[in-house]
Nanobody, 115 residues
Framework: QVQLVESGGGNVQPGGSLRLSCVASGNIGSITSMGWYRQTPGSQRDWAALIGTTGTTRYQDSVKGRFTISRDNAKNAVYLQMDSLKSEETAIYFC?????????WGQGTQVTVSS
């Protein structure tokens, strides 16, 4: 069984930065896509940033220029550097990976942007 463990969430003031990390453990063959989603209360979970096997990235328009997704294949890890955070980006952030053609989700980490 594969598990994803996230870290790096917390409280930050508007304009501040946070770096989220997500590491996979367990019986892992190959990992293809990785990404970060976020969800606010009463809303659906939406993707924020994705990264493919070769490092190709995609970002939602709302985070372009402020968020940077990266991966370390040797560590089975994905990261999200978030800069210039806005209060409306307060949410639970979830990482996901496609491991051996199966989507696996982390438990989520809370990010609160507030003064």
């Amino acid at each position: 069984q594969v598990q994803l463990v996230e870290s790096g969430g917390g409280n930050v003031q508007p304009g501040g930065s946070l770096r989220l990390s997500c590491v996979a453990s367990g019986n892992i063959g190959s990992i293809t896509s990785m990404g970060w989603y976020r969800q606010t209360p009463g809303s659906q979970r939406d993707w924020a940033a994705l990264i493919g096997t070769t490092g190709t990235t995609r970002y939602q328009d709302s985070v372009k220029g402020r968020f940077t997704i990266s991966r370390d294949n040797a560590k089975n890890a994905v990261y999200l550097q978030m800069d210039s955070l806005k209060s409306e980006e307060t949410a639970i952030y979830f990482c996901f990976m496609v491991v051996d053609m199966t989507s696996v989700w982390g438990q989520g980490t809370q990010v609160t942007v507030s003064s």
